[in-house]
């Protein structure tokens, strides 16, 4: 069974850092793209970022371009989200998702995790 | 930039339901759907616009390509009751639609 398994969110005071993990199990993790798409609370899905089966390939949506940095780990079967320069705006759910196929949509989902940025 | 029109949509249990997405550029048929219940992840749909998802019931169905996509419920349910988003995968950033909510009316 595939599963996705997000930890790492919290309360973080405007400007801070924190570090996401997503624990993946049930599938061969590097023959995947994954990603990361946020919802902030009450409001739709937005796309973060992804990075490719070695990590070679990575991108980004623009607002968040230089602040969060995604990696991977194909050994630990897991995938991380390193956000620092956080604001306000950044609160949101994370999850980390993969598609069948690169151009397919998220068949997998993890729960996500609650990233608070207030002071 | 994706736009779903409506945002909201009032229906009654086998009415027949249409959304729209719309690309402010050609998206190839490099678009999927989604469902999501509140407090839960999102469930795909529909993806390369008319491609069912395994398991999802045939009463969902997907069309168009380039621009101007839709998804059809064709005899809602009352489990069909949720919000429903467009997402495209052909170019980078990837992007959402803003979303349509279907409630009970």
């Known amino acids: 069974e595939v599963q996705l398994v997000e930890s790492g969110g919290g309360l973080v005071q405007p400007g801070g850092s924190l570090r996401l993990s997503c624990a993946a199990s049930?599938?061969?993790?590097?023959?995947?793209?994954i990603n990361w798409v946020r919802q902030a609370p009450g409001k739709g899905l937005e796309w973060v970022a992804n990075?490719?089966?070695?990590?070679?390939?990575?991108y980004y949506v623009d607002s968040v371009k230089g602040r969060f940095t995604i990696s991977r780990d194909n050994a630990k079967n897991s995938l991380f989200l390193q956000m620092n320069s956080l604001r306000a705006e950044d609160t949101a759910v994370y999850y980390c998702a993969k598609a069948e196929r690169y151009s397919y949509g998220y068949n997998y989902w993890g729960q996500g995790t609650l990233v608070t940025v207030s002071s | 930039q994706l736009t779903q029109s409506p945002s909201f949509l009032s229906a009654s249990v086998a009415d027949r339901v249409t959304i729209t997405c719309r690309a402010s550029q050609g998206v190839n048929s490099y678009l999927a759907w989604y469902q999501q219940k509140p407090g839960k992840a999102p469930n795909l749909l529909i993806y390369?616009?008319?491609t069912l998802q395994s398991g999802v019931p045939s009463r969902f169905s997907g069309s168009g390509s380039g621009t101007e996509f839709t998804l059809t419920i064709s005899s809602l349910q009352p489990e069909d009751f949720a919000t429903y988003y467009c997402?495209?995968?052909?170019?980078?950033?990837?992007?959402f639609g803003g979303g349509t909510k279907v409630e009970i009316k």
């Open positions: 049930g599938f061969t993790f590097s023959n995947y793209w």
């Open positions: 390369d616009a008319s």
């Open positions: 990075i490719k089966q070695d990590g070679s390939e990575k």
């Open positions: 997402q495209q995968l052909n170019s980078y950033p990837l992007t």
